[in-house]
């Protein structure tokens, strides 16, 4: 039993490396280890216990807290990583001179890493997303559920969660639907036939957008003729809703009530078609096939 005692006694105190007048040990790379690792959970402890509730009771929206949260826990962590340094006695300006001559070596490899984690403040301050918008991500829309250090979570409408790193947000167009304002036009278009009446068909689609409940009154909504196609006029409706969230359902809604409100007024919505004409091929002369 003292073999093992001593064995781990030993242990502890191998020194690893040399700075300055710090020997840095194994021992104190666990005490460092278990002091960052109790400052990160005491950090996260302290947001959601006493940040959070406190900043729910504000009329801060749910970005900003998310933002207000994720710096504050930044700062404690790098404060308490600090003063855990200080706590092992391992010099900071030893280890300055340390990592000069490891970032050589290591800057190619932590180089998109580095190029996350500035990116994921920049989004933290900047807030070109925030937590709760609704973006592209690609062809995929979806909702940001978190901005981490490396990367943002995005949650698609159909509840997959997507992991894209914080540096394509910041080199790369985004198409945050809920920017500043989270108000948004929707464009819908319907076709009618020529020989529909055109105060009929003003009048069943502006009840169609008066009976919409999501459709917002200001701005107001357009019905816009675009012009004539093959076989009907292309009528343009455009509405406003408050969130870019709404917009499947809205669109759904107007489209269903569109039908429904043209079989009630006697509207058609043609489709297109085609006639095909079949001649019957000309008689050849007897005359020019005994020639052949």
């Not at 990160?40 to 749910?62: F, H, M, Q, W, Y």
């Not at 290591?106 to 301050?125: A, P």
């Amino acid at each position: 039993m003292q073999n093992v005692a001593h064995f781990f006694a030993s242990l502890v105190e191998f020194q690893l490396i040399q700075l300055g007048a710090a020997r840095i040990t194994v021992g104190s790379i666990l005490v460092l280890v278990l002091l960052v690792a109790a400052i990160n959970a005491a950090s996260a402890l302290i947001g959601r216990k006493l940040l959070a509730p406190a900043l729910a009771r504000t009329r801060v929206d749910e970005g900003t807290r998310f933002s207000l949260l994720r710096l504050v826990h930044y700062v404690l962590v790098c404060v308490g990583t600090l003063m855990a340094f200080q706590i092992v006695g391992i010099d900071l300006s030893g280890l300055v001179v340390l990592f000069g001559f490891l970032s050589v070596g290591i800057g190619f490899g932590l180089q998109n890493i580095t190029s996350n984690f500035i990116s994921g403040l920049i989004l933290l301050f900047e807030r070109p997303i925030k937590v709760g918008d609704r973006i592209m991500v690609g062809e995929t829309e979806g909702d940001v559920l978190e901005i981490n250090m490396r990367s943002t979570t995005v949650r698609s409408l159909n509840n997959i969660a997507m992991i894209v790193p914080n540096s394509d947000f910041i080199s790369s167009v985004v198409t945050n639907w809920s920017h500043r304002d989270p108000k948004i036009r929707l464009e819908l278009e319907v076709g009618v036939a020529y020989e529909s009446d055109p105060e009929a068909v003003r009048t069943a689609l502006q009840e169609v957008i008066d009976a919409t409940p999501l459709v917002l009154k200001s701005p107001a909504a357009a019905i816009l003729h675009m012009g004539f196609g093959d076989s009907a006029w292309n009528i343009c409706v455009r509405v406003w809703i408050a969130h870019p969230k709404d917009h499947p359902v809205v669109r759904s809604a107007i489209n269903w009530a569109i039908v429904e409100k043209f079989r009630e007024h006697g509207i058609e919505i043609p489709f297109p078609q085609r006639d095909l004409h079949v001649r019957s091929p000309l008689p050849v002369p007897i005359a020019e096939m005994r020639d052949v």
